[in-house]
């Protein structure tokens, strides 16, 4: 579990610096310019997706705090403030090198926990609105998808605007080694 678990922190990363890169070759009113995507812009799906990892990040700490290696791993995102609104440049930057440390936080927090960690209960509000524990695997598994379902948004929107975005082709060297049933 924990190889898979390490593998999806890595293509999480790598399928933001994807997405950021193409993003980064456009002008600030374009990233911005309301798109009817429900949070309006690239910018505001790329904050989005910054905001969720922040939040994922926050279930993780609350459920590692006897993990001192995972919640150092963490330390980095914690003074990170994602922007609420219209992201200028400079602010551009800001979010493109936190994306760089919330990646890095997922990947080193993989990395610091055994293999059991991965299915300590993380409190969190189900979808129903009631307070659950699930596993810490599953919530990283949630949050790929998260980033997977919004870059895709992403996508789709630069496929409108005819931008070559196929950021699927990533190098695939993380991966573990693909081992075939006899």
């Known amino acids: 579990m924990k190889e898979t678990c390490l593998m999806f922190t890595q293509y999480y990363k ?18 911005e310019k309301e798109r ?3 949070y ?8 989005h997706i910054g905001k969720g990892t922040l939040f994922f990040q926050g279930r993780f700490k609350t459920a590692l705090s006897h993990k001192a290696p ?24 800001a979010l493109v090198q936190a994306f760089e ?6 990947i080193q927090m993989a990395s610091a926990l055994d293999e059991p960690d991965f299915t300590i209960p993380v409190p969190i509000l189900s979808y129903g609105g009631n307070p659950d524990k699930v596993p810490l695997y599953f919530l990283l598994y949630q949050l790929t998808m998260h980033g997977t379902h919004h870059r895709g948004q ?18 695939p060297s993380f991966l573990p080694p693909l ?3 006899q």
């Open 40 to 47: 309006g812009s690239l910018s505001g799906l790329v904050r």
């Open 70 to 93: 995972a919640l150092k791993a963490l330390a980095a995102s914690e003074s990170l403030v994602i922007p609420q609104d219209t992201a200028a440049e400079a602010q551009w930057n």
């Open 154 to 171: 992403i996508a789709q929107i630069l496929d409108e605007m005819k931008i070559p975005n196929d950021y699927f082709g990533i190098d």
């Open 14 to 31: 790598a399928g933001n610096q994807a997405v950021l890169a193409i993003l980064q070759t456009l002008s600030p009113e374009e990233r």
């Open 101 to 106: 440390t919330l990646d890095n936080g997922l």
């Open 179 to 181: 081992v075939l049933p």
């Open 36 to 38: 009817g995507s429900y």
